[in-house]
């Protein structure tokens, strides 16, 4: 079993940034590749950014694309989501989720575990 614990949301500025965490437990991650998701309100859950947890390659959405950077701590099985440039359309709830697999996919469905997610708002 995996555990997975976001941090870092909250309300932000827009222009300004957040870093959100993923602490994850459980399992050698070695073989696993990690993403983070959001929800907002009304709206399917939109893949954000993934990566692959052997090769430390990255993938972004669209609409995160030069904003956002997702990276990996080997040490302390931590991914973190750096957003920077914050705009109102950022807000969601964040997720942070694990899929047994080395090949980074982007759908939620190919997914194995789950965070509780976190809130991040972005005022105009």
């Known amino acids: 079993q995996v555990q997975l614990v976001e941090s870092g949301g909250g309300l932000m500025q827009a222009g300004g940034s957040l870093r959100l965490s993923c602490a994850a437990s459980g399992r050698a991650f070695s073989r696993y590749a990690m993403g983070w998701f959001r929800q907002a309100p009304g709206k399917e859950r939109e893949f954000v950014a993934a990566?692959?947890?052997?090769?430390?390659?990255?993938y972004y959405g669209d609409s995160v694309k030069g904003r956002f950077t997702i990276s990996r701590d080997s040490a302390r099985n931590t991914v973190y989501l750096q957003m920077n440039s914050l705009k109102p359309e950022d807000t969601a709830v964040y997720y942070c989720?694990?899929?047994?697999?080395?090949?980074?996919?982007?759908?939620?469905?190919?997914?194995?575990?789950w965070g509780q997610g976190t809130q991040v708002t972005v005022s105009s």
């Open positions: 990566i692959s947890w052997s090769s430390g390659s990255t």
């Open positions: 989720a694990v899929r047994v697999g080395t090949v980074v996919l982007t759908r939620p469905a190919d997914y194995d575990y």
